[in-house]
């Protein structure tokens, strides 16, 4: 498992200021999505699944961020070269070793968004949130083990 302060001032800030996307809230739900997702980074790789990285991202959906999403926003394509080496699409292996790449891609993901970031105090939020737009109804995450497994991460 990955030190929960070390991921936040090593990976999450400088990834999220790179983008110009900094909040509290972002932090948090990305330290959340983390912890559910991969256990604090225990797992880089689903098991018996496609997801890959700390924030288990799916290739399909790594793949439409950058095609319908990312493509389309020239001030995202530009600081993701400026700041990430990305003049073209990276493989999507790139999520398992890259964690600042990873933590980049997964507030993309939530920046599709049109609902605003939930506040970074407000755990319910933050669940009901990440639970809609990440892992959807579809996952297998539930509230109870997912705040257990963030609080477990953040206690460290």
Same mark, same amino acid.
């Given at each position: 498992?990955?030190?929960?302060? #070390?991921?936040?001032?090593?990976?999450?800030?400088?990834?999220?200021?790179?983008?110009?996307?900094?909040?509290?809230?972002?932090?948090?739900?990305?330290?959340? !999505?983390?912890? %559910?997702?991969?256990?604090?980074?225990?797992?880089?790789?689903?098991? *018996?699944?496609?997801?890959?990285?700390?924030?288990?991202?799916?290739?399909? !959906?790594?793949?439409?961020? =950058?095609?319908?999403?990312?493509?389309?926003?020239?001030?995202? %394509? /530009?600081?993701?070269?400026? +700041?990430? $080496?990305?003049?073209?699409?990276?493989?999507?292996?790139?999520?398992? @070793?890259?964690?600042?790449?990873?933590?980049?891609?997964?507030?993309? +993901? @939530?920046?599709?968004?049109?609902?605003?970031?939930? #506040?970074?105090?407000?755990?319910?939020?933050? =669940?009901? @949130?990440? *639970?809609?737009? @990440?892992? /959807?109804?579809?996952?297998?995450? %539930?509230?109870? *083990?997912?705040?257990?497994?963030? #609080? $477990?991460?953040?206690? #460290?």
């Amino acid at each position: 498992m990955i030190n929960s302060k #070390q991921l936040r001032e090593l990976i999450i800030k400088p990834a999220l200021d790179a983008l110009q996307l900094y909040s509290s809230s972002a932090e948090e739900l990305l330290v959340f !999505t983390c912890a %559910t997702e991969s256990l604090g980074g225990h797992f880089l790789h689903q098991v *018996k699944g496609p997801a890959l990285g700390i924030y288990q991202m799916e290739p399909a !959906t790594y793949n439409d961020l =950058w095609q319908r999403f990312i493509s389309r926003n020239s001030r995202l %394509t /530009t600081l993701l070269a400026m +700041h990430f $080496n990305c003049p073209l699409i990276p493989p999507e292996e790139r999520l398992i @070793y890259d964690l600042r790449f990873a933590t980049a891609m997964s507030r993309i +993901h @939530y920046l599709r968004v049109p609902e605003k970031l939930p #506040q970074a105090n407000d755990i319910d939020a933050i =669940w009901a @949130y990440y *639970k809609k737009y @990440y892992n /959807t109804h579809l996952g297998k995450a %539930t509230k109870t *083990k997912s705040i257990e497994h963030y #609080q $477990n991460f953040t206690s #460290q």
